[in-house]
Nanobody, 117 residues
């Protein structure tokens, strides 16, 4: 069974930074498999649909939503099987629950990010 656990959310003022982490575990999740799979970060604001924020695919190619391009960075580490989302220059509209996704199949429980203006 695959499990994802996010952490790193919190409250921050506009212009600040947060770093989210997502640890992926499970007997089938080896370092090479982890690095060869697609990881994504999504967010959901109250009353809105969940939206894709950033993805990282095999060979570490990354992509970002236009709204976060240049401010957010997705990365991952094979040794700890952890994906990260570094969020800089945060804006009020970045607030929401952030979820990580593994292999477009498994979800974490989410971590709350609140940005005050």
């Amino acid at each position: 069974q695959v499990q994802l656990v996010e952490s790193g959310g919190g409250s921050v003022q506009a212009g600040g930074s947060l770093r989210l982490s997502c640890v992926v575990s499970g007997r089938s999740v080896t370092g090479p498999i982890f690095m060869g799979s697609t990881m994504g970060w999504y967010r959901q604001a109250p009353g809105k649909q969940r939206e894709l924020v950033a993805t990282i695919v095999p060979h570490s190619q990354t992509s970002y939503a236009d709204s976060v391009q240049g401010r957010f960075t997705i990365s991952r580490d094979a040794a700890t099987k952890t994906a990260y989302l570094q969020m800089n220059s945060l804006k009020f509209e970045d607030s929401g629950v952030y979820f990580c996704n593994y292999m477009k199949r498994y979800w974490g429980q989410g971590t709350q990010v609140t940005v005050s203006s």
